[in-house]
């Protein structure tokens, strides 16, 4: 894939975006909003052996934490209720303690459209094994990188946010998307 690419690529934020999609569970669903959220701060490193992968981690600085949107709820999700919900956020996810998220691929597999990477996912300074599929488009002079996972939160010690005595809450399991693109050469 690399084709005259060298030893190692470093990817972040100008590369792509990082974007995780929460739910929302409880008796008074409807008027809680399901949140899109960009971690603005993020860098991923791949290291190669000829022209495949070798290796892949990913950090990504938990404070970077932005919400985006919301949709559904009873009203629409003001500004002052998005910096609201990122402090809560970074409170549950304690980021002054745990300040980064990261991911190792240990085993890296080609798969039909990309690769199946596999290895440790620590969030909130637990560690789990963690599988994604990673999409990979030829555009010409650049490679398109994509992939989308779910997370558990409760898998990593993540109580999620909850108000009116849990009839609102987070969805425990959010979805964490992934796309970024770098140049052939």
Known sequence: MTEHNPAVWTLNASHGELVVHT???????????????????????????GDEPAA????????????????????????????????NALRSLDADRYPEITFTAEDIEKSTDGYHLT???????????????????????TWRMSAQAAVR?????????????????????VSVSFTAQHTKH
């Open 56 to 87: 892949a981690e990913l950090a990504v600085d938990v404070s970077s934490l932005d919400v985006v949107r919301g949709e559904g709820g009873v009203t629409p999700l003001s500004g002052a209720e998005k910096s609201l919900v990122r402090s």
């Open 119 to 141: 290895g440790p996912l620590q969030i909130h300074g637990k560690t789990r094994k963690q599988v994604i599929d990673l999409g990979t488009t030829d555009l010409g002079d």
């Open 23 to 49: 739910g929302v569970t409880g008796r008074a669903a409807r008027m809680g909003h399901r949140l899109t959220i960009v971690m603005r701060q993020w860098q991923a490193m791949v290291r190669w052996a």
């Open 153 to 173: 939160q409760s898998d990593f010690g993540v109580k999620p946010y909850s108000l009116f005595m849990g009839s609102l809450k987070v969805a425990d399991k």
